[in-house]
């Protein structure tokens, strides 16, 4: 059975930095895009950011220049570096791995179960 668990999240006032944290675990096999996703309430979810195995990135362009995506292969981790955060950034964040498990279902998306990020004075 596969896992993402993310950390990380809070109240934070705005011009404030936070980061977050998803680490895979379980019966994986390989690990291709992992990314953080986004959902503001009465909203659709939303992409923020996803980095490939090799380290390529995508930024929607709401955060692009204020959040840092990154991974630790050797730990099945993904980052989310977020500085300059604004009320509009405020959120349930979401991560989500492209990967193939060991037995089971194919390569598909698995989705940790979310953590709140507050964006207020």
């Known amino acids: 059975q596969v896992q993402l668990v993310e950390s990380g999240g809070g109240l934070v006032q705005p011009g404030g930095s936070l980061r977050l944290s998803c680490a895979a675990s379980g019966s994986i096999f390989s690990i291709y895009f992992m990314g953080w996703y986004r959902q503001a309430p009465g909203k659709q979810r939303e992409l923020v950011a996803i980095?490939?195995?090799?380290?390529?990135?995508n930024y929607a362009n709401s955060v692009k220049g204020r959040f840092t995506i990154s991974r630790d292969n050797t730990k099945n981790t993904v980052y989310l570096q977020m500085d300059s955060l604004k009320p509009e950034d405020t959120a349930v964040y979401y991560c989500n791995a492209d990967l193939s498990p060991i037995l089971g279902r194919g390569r598909g998306d698995y989705w940790g179960q979310g953590t709140q990020v507050t964006v207020s004075s």
């Open positions: 980095i490939s195995t090799g380290g390529n990135t």
